[in-house]
């Protein structure tokens, strides 16, 4: 059986990102044998990450990769802040990013995927990571945009480092414009998707179910005004005007004047590029979207502490 030195240990601990003493129990209980220690961690590993997959994941890292005309956004999700400023936790998000390009906005595909230097897939790496750091993570979710002829603008809200952030934006741009202006457009575009959150780019790519649902609303409120129905369908076509100047990309301010519609702009900047713009799509990931946090008592801990 080879000696077990603290050297030993240390090499095994910069391979594997384990703990000192757990360590040097595998390496006890392989005999000293690295490569078999790191199997024993990584098996180990697999049971500490199950015991992890029950816990709220809400924080995390969500980011984007472009590659020519191809373009992806990813969530990635851990227990606490903390962890998004882990450099190996960001490495690891923005690596998915660039593998998502592949996937076709399909996660599962994603998953399945080749994580480069390893060995093993997104999904087995994921595990790797959680019995690593320590929290429970989940890649939550992946899309993909892309121009046939044109630019990708991307934009990173409380950015953590390149392509990393808690907002991500994706916008297609469609013209055969000059490319450095249509950049610098496309840019100030995004940011205005990630302040402005619309739901579509234009009245037609709203969703029709959406629309009906406000149009209801919209009905309702006006009858309670006991108006004549002609009158009431003037003002429920009045008020989806302002519905869509809400929702809809093309019908919005534009946030960096506050003053031109977004159509305007889009029209503007096309000339100013030498092509007419069009925008074939956005893709906007906000950070722990629609994720119930469980919210701590901690009052009620130190209590249950203090009785204990």
């Known amino acids: 059986m080879a000696e077990i030195t603290a050297a030993l240990v240390k090499e095994l601990r910069e391979q594997t990102g384990a703990g000192m003493m757990d360590c040097k129990k595998a390496l006890a209980e392989t005999g000293g044998d690295l490569e078999q220690a790191v199997d024993w961690l990584r098996t180990k590993g697999l049971s500490a990450a199950a ?18 005309g191809k373009g992806a956004v990813v969530e990635v999700n851990s227990e606490t802040d903390f962890v998004s400023r882990n450099d190996q936790f960001q490495d690891f998000v923005r690596q998915v990013a660039n593998l998502a390009l592949a996937a076709e906005g399909d996660t599962d595909k994603l998953m399945a995927a080749a994580y480069p230097g390893t060995g093993r897939t997104v999904a087995d790496q994921l595990t790797h990571m959680i019995a690593t750091i320590g929290e429970n993570m989940t890649i939550r979710r992946c899309d993909v945009l892309s121009v046939a002829n044109g630019v990708l603008a991307t934009y990173v809200h409380n950015a953590m480092g390149d392509g990393i952030g808690k907002i991500a934006v994706l916008v297609g741009l469609e013209s055969a414009g000059d490319k450095g202006k249509l950049e610098t457009f496309g840019r100030q575009l995004a940011m205005h998707v990630a302040a402005a959150k619309p739901q579509a780019v234009s009245r037609d790519d709203l969703d029709p179910a959406i629309l009906e649902r406000e149009r209801t609303v919209l009905s309702e409120q006006a009858r309670e005004s006991g108006k004549p129905e002609e009158i009431i369908a003037k003002m429920v076509e009045g008020r989806l005007r302002k519905f869509y100047e809400e929702v809809c990309l093309l019908d919005q301010t534009f946030v960096i004047d506050g003053e031109t519609q977004v159509a305007a702009a889009v029209e503007a900047a096309g000339k100013d590029a030498g092509g007419a713009i069009s925008i074939n799509g956005f893709k906007m990931f906000v950070l722990g979207e629609g994720i119930e946090k469980e919210v701590d008592d901690f009052a009620a801990e130190v209590a249950a502490a203090a009785g204990s």
């Open 51 to 68: 015991k992890k997959a029950g816990r709220v994941a809400a924080e995390g890292l969500v980011a984007v990769a472009v590659d020519g």
